[in-house]
């Protein structure tokens, strides 16, 4: 199926191109007919399975712009959540005039939040505390609600919202649409949908879980700019034969492919807007060997068989985790080694972290090849087909002409001696070009590759075990105040007196900055960058009695 069988609008086609969508996941084909024609849903779906936009493009498809009162509500169960929803649904509605989203959540400034209720949004994306303080001071009204989402239902009854969301729901307008998204449907849940829904359809979709053939995978922190450079020099250093590279939209395949041609491969594209005449004549070549990269979006890739492609890249890391199973499998067919490099920078980072718990598997950190790498792997394997040459004797009808050479030089010119190690040297020269004498850091890459390996900062704070801290308290003191996804806070170590905990390097300033005035029950609560080989305290270190835990990343 594609979001043309769907019925939508042309803005939010238009719109979901450009985010890299070409066709609805299960859970968003499954669900979009049902709640586009105003029917209450149970969806039960992971994370990763693309249900931000099984619920969100319908909402977005049936808000009235000029109507300029809520019209839906989704109550997410953190703030990082509602952030990440908000997104993801502007994205959507990019094209849509006069549609206006707003996160609601706790830790930001309230007076922020009443300006931008001001503008009058029509779809508010919000945690149940925030939203219930909004409703006290009477500066968020749902006379006009049509819709209302529960994300995340189960997560929401673990964290304690059951009474949160019978108050919101008990203000709302009986005659709604009542959706609800959970992973799992136990019987708390059950109990829910028959209070607030009416004759709901349940649609469940399985995460399937895949694992990865024997391939060797490998991740690049890199920028964007910098990307087909580092993917010319990752395959002349390995001297590809055949390559097959993704990219999440058909303009980005169009602009590689023109960008690879440039630098002298042969290079061809695949996406849904070519003639099926036109994928047959590439996949013709591609099968043939008359290609040197082939570069596609996952669609148009379906129907590539073929069992000697020695590399995949994800030029752009894909939106699913199931799709990058699919892809990398294009390689190590048939009892041969395969390869596969991911492009990442920024929070991409933390999703190649989920794809590994998911696929099970390993993707190493990698730097890109030098250009003395490359130039090493040039002249190597040169020198190997040269040896060919001679093991299969081709060469002999050429030595002649290496003879009359050396002695056209020694009759020419009497201080100089031209052997046959010379004309070797010079002939390499002209084969390979000039090698550079040093190295120097490539500007297009990442800086700090040492801190990229694990991307954590650790952070010493001033409780412990005597404060009585445990790490669900300081995890939700962190997310609480700061921009800091609860799950993607790391190690935390805890002492009688103090606390080491490990937090993403590039929210490290915001969590230093948040807490220089904070106390909790009257004390001042510190947080300071560690010593990552002796952390602060060190001393203490040895005769704390240590117990160590590990939050879920």
């Not at 082939?294 to 492609?309: C, E, F, M, N, S």
């Amino acid at each position: 199926m594609f979001f043309e069988e769907l019925d939508l609008s042309t803005e939010v086609r238009k719109a979901l191109t450009e985010m890299g969508f070409e066709e609805p996941t299960p859970i968003q084909a499954q669900t979009i007919p049902y709640l586009m024609q105003e029917k209450d849903v149970i969806g039960q779906a992971q994370t990763g399975t693309g249900k931000t936009c099984a619920f969100g493009i319908p909402v977005i498809e049936r808000i009235q712009p000029q109507t300029e009162t809520v019209q839906a509500l989704v109550l997410s169960p953190t703030r990082e959540l509602a952030i990440q929803t908000a997104e993801e649904m502007k994205n959507v509605a990019k094209y849509k005039r006069g549609v206006r989203i707003l996160p609601i959540y706790g830790g930001q400034p309230i007076e922020r939040q009443l300006a931008a209720l001001r503008k009058r949004p029509q779809i508010i994306i919000g945690t149940p505390g925030r939203v219930m303080d909004h409703m006290r001071r009477r500066t968020l009204r749902f006379h006009d609600l049509k819709m209302i989402i529960l994300d995340e239902a189960d997560e929401m009854l673990n964290m304690g919202f059951r009474e949160d969301i019978d108050t919101i729901l008990a203000e709302v307008p009986t005659q709604r649409q009542t959706i609800l998204f959970s992973a799992t449907v136990p019987r708390p849940i059950l109990v829910l949908t028959k209070k607030y829904q009416k004759d709901p359809i349940r649609v469940k979709v399985a995460h399937k879980e895949l694992t990865v053939p024997g391939i060797d995978q490998y991740y690049l922190e890199i920028r964007d700019s910098g990307k087909p450079e580092a993917l010319s020099r990752i395959i002349d250093a390995n001297n590809f034969k055949l390559s097959l590279v993704f990219c999440n939209t058909k303009r980005r395949v169009d602009e590689l492919t023109s960008k690879l041609q440039s630098r002298g491969y042969s290079a061809e594209a695949l996406h849904g807007d070519m003639s099926q005449n036109q994928r047959d004549k590439v996949m013709s070549k591609f099968r043939q060997g008359e290609l040197d990269v082939l570069v596609a979006t996952d669609v148009a890739a379906r129907g590539i068989d073929v069992d000697d492609i020695e590399a995949v890249f994800n030029y752009d890391l894909p939106t699913d985790e199931e799709y990058y199973v699919h892809r990398i499998g294009r390689t190590g067919r048939a009892g041969r080694t395969g390869k596969s490099y991911s492009f990442v920078s920024g929070r991409e980072l933390y999703k190649i972290r989920e794809i590994q718990r998911y696929t099970r598997s390993e993707i190493k950190f990698i730097k890109p090849p030098s250009v003395l790498d490359v130039e090493e792997k040039k002249v190597h394997t040169l020198i190997e087909e040269v040896k060919k040459t001679v093991a299969d004797g081709k060469q002999q009808k050429y030595i002649s002409h290496i003879e009359k050479l050396t002695e056209e030089a020694a009759l020419t010119e009497s201080e100089a001696f031209l052997t046959s190690l010379d004309i070797a040297a010079a002939l390499l020269e002209m084969a390979v070009g000039p090698l550079h004498n040093q190295e120097s850091d490539p500007d297009w890459a990442m800086e700090d590759h040492e801190g990229q390996k694990d991307g954590m900062a650790r952070l010493f704070v001033n409780l412990g075990r005597m404060d009585r801290l445990q790490p669900k308290k300081l995890i939700e003191v962190i997310t609480a105040h700061t921009n800091v996804p609860g799950k993607l806070i790391g190690s935390i170590d805890i002492f009688d007196k103090f606390t080491f905990v490990e937090v993403p390097r590039e929210y490290a300033s915001e969590i230093l900055a948040s807490f220089k005035t904070f106390r909790l029950k009257g004390r001042r609560v510190s947080f300071e960058k560690a010593n990552r080989r002796s952390g602060k305290g060190a001393g203490r270190f040895r005769n704390s009695g240590r117990r160590r835990t590990k939050n879920s990343i």
